[in-house]
């Protein structure tokens, strides 16, 4: 029965040996992924203050190239608030809404794209005749004034050739 003691021993030892080598590659393991978890952590702590410190600035900036352009400033706060918007995640109310406006919108939105088109053919019809109108109106003017600038140039010519003669 000697036989039977000794491979009960061995196979203690090796079961020993197992657990030694599984418990060292858990503990290289675990170190390999705080190392990983303590980089990932830098990475995004840097980038955060990247962030921190653009949005920090970007009032600053926006302010001194639109000072004094309202139209500027209002396009930059859209874009913003695009930006803003397509970052944060929807809310699962605002999904159901959306939902729901999609669904009772169906029916309404070809009319409203219709009568969208015909105001926009009507105002760009209006806009070229009053163009046109503007434009005949500062031809007629410009000839106006040209003309009085030719009549009161012959005049000082005939002012100087009098005085010269």
Same mark, same amino acid.
């Given at each position: ?17 197992? !657990? ?28 955060? =203050?990247?962030?921190?410190?653009? /949005? ?34 929807t809310t699962e ?8 406006? $999609?669904?009772? =919108? ?15 053919? $009507? /105002? ?21 004034? !040209? ?12 002012? /100087?050739?009098?005085? =010269?003669?």
């Open positions: 029965m000697g036989s039977a003691e000794q491979t009960t021993a061995l196979t203690g030892r090796q079961l020993d040996d197992v !657990a030694a080598t599984t418990r060292e590659r858990a503990d290289q393991t675990a170190d390999a992924m705080r190392e990983r978890a303590g980089h990932a952590a830098d990475t995004i702590e840097r980038a955060t =203050g990247q962030a921190v410190e653009t /949005v920090r600035s970007t009032p600053g900036q926006v302010s001194q190239r639109t000072q004094g352009n309202p139209l500027a400033a209002g396009v930059v706060a859209f874009g913003a608030g695009l930006l803003l918007a397509s970052v944060l995640p109310r605002e999904e159901m809404a959306g939902q729901q406006l $999609r669904e009772r =919108g169906e029916g309404i939105v070809e009319p409203v794209k219709e009568a969208v088109q015909e105001s926009g053919q $009507r /105002v760009a019809e209006e806009a070229k005749g009053q163009a046109r109108e503007a434009g005949e109106e500062l031809k007629g003017t410009a000839k106006q004034a !040209a003309n009085a600038t030719s009549q009161k140039v012959r005049e000082e010519k005939g002012h /100087v050739s009098d005085q =010269g003669g």
